[in-house]
C-alpha cells in the first residue's frame, strides 16, 4: 500500500553554478528521506554548500535497474524520494528513466522540480530560432554513426541541439559541415561556469576557432540551426558535377544532392544520365 506522503520527486540541480537551483528545490531535498544520484561525491558537494543532511545513495546506468526495484519499495513503504543528477535535469541524457516508469506503474505520483538545463540554456542564447527545436542528445562516438544520425535530421524545420564531449567536438563539427554545409551552428561551452563561452558561425568556421586552441574543455552544447529555407543554387546535374570536382565520388556525390532536395538516389541519377 502506498504511503500518504510517497513521492518521488525528480529535481534539477546547477549545471555549474551553485546558484542556478529554485528555493523549492533545496526545500524538497531538505526534507526528503532520501536522495538517490549518480555520484554521491559530486552531489554532497552540492547538499554541503546549503547545509543539506538527507542521507544520498547512488542511482547510475550500473545499477539502474536494481537500485529503481529498492526504490520503488521504499517509495511504497511511505518515504518520499528525490531524483538528481550530477548536473541540470535528471533524464535528460541522464539515468532516471526507469525508475521514473517504475514509480509510475506503482500508483506512486511523480512530480517535477524544474531547474537548470544544458540544452534549454544554451538554446536561449544561441541567436538561433526557438520557435521549434529537437534535443537529440549526445551524438555517437563514431564519424560513420554520427553522421548517419546527422542526415536523420537534416530535413527537421526546427533547431537541433546535441551534447558532446569537447575531445570528440572536432571530429563532430567536421561531419556537421559535410552533412549540413554552411548552415549556421553554435557551440555553446562551459554553460553558467566561469569561463562561459558562445561560438557562432559555420561548422567550418567554428571548428577553425576551437582548432586552434592547445585544448578544447569543458561541457558542450551543439546547435545546428534549421535548414528548411535553404533553396539549392545548381541545377542537379551541376551540383553533381561540383562535388566531384571537389573530390567526392560520383555515387556519393548523387547521394548528398538526393538528400539535400528531398530526392531518391534513382531520380537523380536519371536526370543527369538520361536513363
Do not use: W
Not at 528521506?33 to 542521507?55: F, S, V
Not at 544554451?122 to 564519424?143: E, H, M, N, Q, V
Not at 545548381?234 to 562535388?243: Q, W
Amino acid at each position: 500500500m502506498t504511503g500518504s506522503s510517497s513521492i518521488l520527486y525528480v529535481v534539477s540541480t546547477p549545471i555549474g553554478n551553485l546558484e542556478d537551483i529554485t528555493m523549492r528545490a533545496v526545500r524538497i531535498l531538505k526534507e526528503v528521506a532520501l536522495i538517490a544520484c549518480e555520484d554521491t561525491r559530486q552531489t554532497r558537494k552540492l547538499l554541503d554548500h546549503y547545509g543539506i543532511a538527507t542521507k544520498a545513495i547512488s542511482y547510475h546506468d550500473h545499477n539502474e535497474q536494481p537500485r529503481s526495484a529498492e526504490l520503488v519499495e521504499r517509495l511504497q513503504a511511505g518515504e518520499s524520494i528525490a531524483l538528481v543528477s550530477d548536473a541540470g535535469t535528471p533524464l535528460i541524457s541522464d539515468p532516471g528513466y526507469r525508475l521514473v516508469t517504475a514509480a509510475i506503474a506503482a500508483g506512486i505520483p511523480v512530480v517535477p522540480i524544474p531547474g537548470a538545463s544544458a540544452a534549454l540554456g544554451a538554446l536561449a542564447a544561441a541567436g538561433l530560432a526557438t520557435d521549434a527545436f529537437r534535443f537529440c542528445g549526445f551524438l555517437p562516438p563514431k564519424s560513420g554513426q554520427r553522421r548517419k544520425v546527422l542526415e536523420a535530421v537534416r530535413g527537421e524545420d526546427c533547431t537541433l541541439i546535441f551534447y558532446e564531449a569537447p575531445h570528440r567536438i572536432l571530429e563532430a563539427l567536421a561531419d556537421v559541415e559535410a552533412v549540413y554545409g554552411s548552415r549556421p551552428v553554435v557551440v555553446a561551452r562551459e554553460l553558467t561556469k566561469l569561463h562561459e563561452e558562445f561560438l557562432r558561425g559555420s561548422a567550418a568556421e567554428v571548428r577553425a576557432a576551437l582548432a586552434s586552441r592547445a585544448a578544447v574543455k569543458g561541457e558542450i552544447t551543439l546547435l545546428i540551426s534549421k535548414g528548411a529555407d535553404e533553396v539549392p543554387s545548381l541545377p542537379i546535374e551541376e551540383a553533381v558535377e561540383a562535388l566531384e570536382q571537389q573530390g567526392v565520388p560520383r555515387m556519393d556525390a548523387i547521394k548528398q544532392v538526393a538528400r539535400e532536395r528531398g530526392l531518391s538516389k534513382r531520380d537523380v541519377y536519371k536526370q543527369i544520365t538520361g536513363a
